[in-house]
Protein backbone atom coordinates (compact mmCIF):
# COMPACT_ATOMS: atom_id res chain seq x y z
CA UNK A 1 0.00 0.00 0.00
CA UNK A 2 1.19 3.32 -0.91
CA UNK A 3 2.03 6.25 1.68
CA UNK A 4 -0.12 8.89 1.36
CA UNK A 5 -0.05 12.63 2.64
CA UNK A 6 -3.31 12.87 4.77
CA UNK A 7 -2.22 16.14 6.46
CA UNK A 8 -5.17 18.59 5.63
CA UNK A 9 -4.78 22.15 4.36
CA UNK A 10 -6.09 25.37 4.75
CA UNK A 11 -8.09 26.82 1.77
CA UNK A 12 -9.43 30.13 1.97
CA UNK A 13 -9.42 30.16 5.47
CA UNK A 14 -11.09 26.51 5.60
CA UNK A 15 -9.41 23.44 6.97
CA UNK A 16 -9.62 20.57 4.43
CA UNK A 17 -8.95 16.68 5.14
CA UNK A 18 -8.40 14.02 2.75
CA UNK A 19 -10.38 10.99 4.38
CA UNK A 20 -8.77 7.59 3.44
CA UNK A 21 -10.90 4.61 3.66
CA UNK A 22 -9.98 0.82 2.00
CA UNK A 23 -8.96 1.89 -1.01
CA UNK A 24 -10.73 5.10 -1.39
CA UNK A 25 -10.65 9.03 -0.49
CA UNK A 26 -13.13 11.16 0.89
CA UNK A 27 -12.89 14.46 2.05
CA UNK A 28 -14.11 16.50 4.93
CA UNK A 29 -14.46 20.81 5.17
CA UNK A 30 -14.80 23.12 8.17
CA UNK A 31 -15.50 26.70 7.71
CA UNK A 32 -14.27 29.29 9.61
CA UNK A 33 -17.80 29.87 11.08
CA UNK A 34 -17.46 26.14 12.32
CA UNK A 35 -19.65 24.69 9.47
CA UNK A 36 -18.22 21.00 8.33
CA UNK A 37 -19.24 18.78 5.24
CA UNK A 38 -17.84 15.66 4.74
CA UNK A 39 -18.35 14.31 0.97
CA UNK A 40 -18.51 10.92 0.53
CA UNK A 41 -18.11 10.85 -2.84
CA UNK A 42 -15.17 8.32 -3.47
CA UNK A 43 -11.97 9.74 -5.48
CA UNK A 44 -8.63 7.94 -6.34
CA UNK A 45 -6.14 10.27 -4.64
CA UNK A 46 -6.04 12.18 -1.65
CA UNK A 47 -5.17 15.52 -4.28
CA UNK A 48 -8.08 14.69 -6.25
CA UNK A 49 -10.36 14.71 -3.02
CA UNK A 50 -8.79 17.93 -2.43
CA UNK A 51 -8.97 19.44 -5.45
CA UNK A 52 -13.01 18.72 -5.58
CA UNK A 53 -13.51 20.03 -1.73
CA UNK A 54 -11.16 23.61 -3.31
CA UNK A 55 -14.11 23.78 -6.03
CA UNK A 56 -16.74 23.32 -3.53
CA UNK A 57 -15.15 25.68 -1.34
CA UNK A 58 -15.05 28.40 -3.83
CA UNK A 59 -18.61 27.47 -5.05
CA UNK A 60 -19.51 28.07 -1.28
CA UNK A 61 -18.32 31.57 -1.02
CA UNK A 62 -19.46 32.80 -4.63
CA UNK A 63 -22.73 31.87 -3.39
CA UNK A 64 -22.12 33.68 -0.12
CA UNK A 65 -20.83 36.64 -2.06
CA UNK A 66 -23.87 37.19 -3.96
CA UNK A 67 -25.87 37.05 -1.11
CA UNK A 68 -23.92 39.52 0.71
Known sequence: MANYDLRGELYRGWIVVPILAEDIFFYEFH???????INLRPFDTPEDAIACARDEIDQIIEIFEKAA
Request: glycine share 14%; net charge neutral.
Open 31 to 37: SPEGYRN
